[in-house]
């Protein structure tokens, strides 16, 4: 069993301007590293936020269900091709003002759109819930090249988005989720309310 202490994520994240696009496969908001990156410690490296982006349903299970969307906050290590992944899954609840700031932006319905409203700007750590209680795992990416360089971090906590929020990205983004992958005996490793680590 892995006993590491897996502690709160240590986050920096800064405000940026809101220019989200269409890439084909997901919706993206793009992050700028000037004049101040933001940042994800973890596992002593240091990741840069570069973009995060938006998929329907989860791409993550709980107990074998989907939730009805998820976020994935991609890091880069700016040294090697390691790449960290901050997920959260939403389900169907209360309306979300962080969604509600880039569905009021507007979001990018056709491949190759671009949103970039002027004084829009947007951040990150509006967006995420709780960052101390989460999975880990190692993995890869979830669309092409799919490379096998992740450190997956999925935070246990959902967030919430009514439904008509969930209809404005569902009626873009369709079933954008890739299949259920084997485990292929990778370690999930666990946080605990005790601050202990588990892993299965």
């Not at 993206?28 to 940042?39: F, I, K, N, R």
């Not at 990741?47 to 995060?52: E, H, I, R, S, V």
């Amino acid at each position: 069993m892995d006993v590491t202490r897996l502690q709160a994520l240590q986050l920096q994240l800064e405000t940026t301007p809101i220019q989200v696009i269409n890439n084909g496969h997901v919706i993206e908001q793009e992050y700028e590293t000037l004049p101040h990156a933001s940042t994800l410690t973890f596992d002593s490296t240091i990741y840069t936020l570069a973009q995060f982006h938006f998929h329907t349903l989860s791409e993550h299970t709980v107990g074998g269900e989907r939730g009805a969307m998820e976020l994935h906050a991609v890091f880069k290590d700016q040294t090697s091709d390691k790449i960290a992944v901050v997920g959260m899954i939403y389900r169907i609840g209360a309306a979300n003002p962080f969604l509600q700031k880039l569905i009021d932006a507007g979001l990018p319905a056709k491949k190759g759109d671009e949103v970039s409203p002027p004084d829009g700007e947007i951040n990150l750590a509006a967006g995420l819930n709780s960052t101390s209680e989460y999975y880990t795992y190692p993995g890869s990416l979830t669309t092409p090249p799919c490379s096998e360089t992740v450190s997956w971090i999925v935070l246990k906590p959902k967030a919430e988005m009514s439904q008509a929020q969930f209809n404005a990205f569902r009626h873009i983004l369709g079933n954008d989720f890739r299949p259920i992958q084997d485990r292929n005996n990778r370690i999930v490793r666990a946080t605990s309310r005790g601050g202990k680590s588990a892993a299965h």
